[in-house]
């Protein structure tokens, strides 16, 4: 087998998160084939924390690759690992890899200057999404419970989504139970009050470090509003 390619908190289809010791075997068992294992961290990077699913979970993958939250809005995507592996690319490698924006200028500087801010504050940034992710999902499950709609509610630090199903959401086909016509009526809402999330049941809400105290107010007015929508 030439890799085992993994996003490690699936933000694809709704959110996912890891079952227990889910990467964990999949580090021994790529370990003892000696299969590199791959993280697709280009969601989870810099959201779960400032070193991504793999310092949350103690793994280390053998590649990497990352983007999004990288560029804070420019446009870049980056792919490391060991160096071994990374040796095998060219200019001294074998294996040629070139791009017309590879490297571009403007978005590398961004992506530096993303990863110092990140550094510097990290101890104040992850507390902080941690806790307004927190205080967004506790609210929305209250709500959600008191307009006795079946719901469900994955987060892990900036990141959270919403099911409508009561079963516990593990994978694929678990996420696929969720309402998404119940979904595409929270979507509509939440934009008539002007909270704009993904417009997709299968994708993720991020809290950022622009958001503030009022926004989260504003966030959980307009699901409050929007969830008495789905109940109707
Ligand atoms: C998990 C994941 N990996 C990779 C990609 C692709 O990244 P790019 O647009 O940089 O090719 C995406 C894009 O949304 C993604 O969600």
Request: hydrophobic share 40%; charged share 20%.
């Amino acid at each position: 087998m030439a890799g085992l390619i993994v996003e490690p908190v699936l933000a694809n289809m709704g959110l996912v998160l890891p079952e227990k010791n889910f990467l964990k075997d999949l580090r021994k068992i790529t370990n003892q084939f000696d299969i590199p294992l791959i993280f697709d961290e280009v969601v989870n990077g810099f959201r779960i924390s400032e070193g991504g699913a793999q310092q949350k979970f103690g793994i280390k993958p053998d590649i990497t690759t990352l983007g999004k939250a990288l560029g804070n809005g420019f446009t870049i995507s980056a792919v490391g690992g060991k160096k071994e592996i990374m040796n095998l690319l060219s200019p001294d490698g074998k294996v040629y890899q070139a791009s017309t924006y590879a490297g571009n200028p403007v978005s590398v500087a961004a992506a530096i200057s993303s990863i110092k801010t990140i550094n510097k504050i990290k101890n104040k940034l992850y507390p902080k999404l941690e806790r307004y992710c927190k205080v967004m999902v506790d609210e929305i499950d209250d709500l959600a419970t008191d307009y006795k709609i079946p719901h469900t509610i994955n987060s892990i630090a900036s990141m959270f989504q919403i099911f409508f199903t009561t079963q516990k959401v593990i994978d694929y086909k678990t996420s696929k139970k969720s309402s998404t016509k119940k979904f595409h009526k929270l979507f509509t809402n939440l934009l008539k009050n002007g909270i704009f999330t993904a417009p997709s049941q299968y994708e993720t809400v991020f809290l950022s470090d622009a958001h503030t105290d009022q926004n989260i107010t504003k966030a959980l007015g307009a699901y409050g509003l929007s969830l008495k929508a789905v109940k109707n």
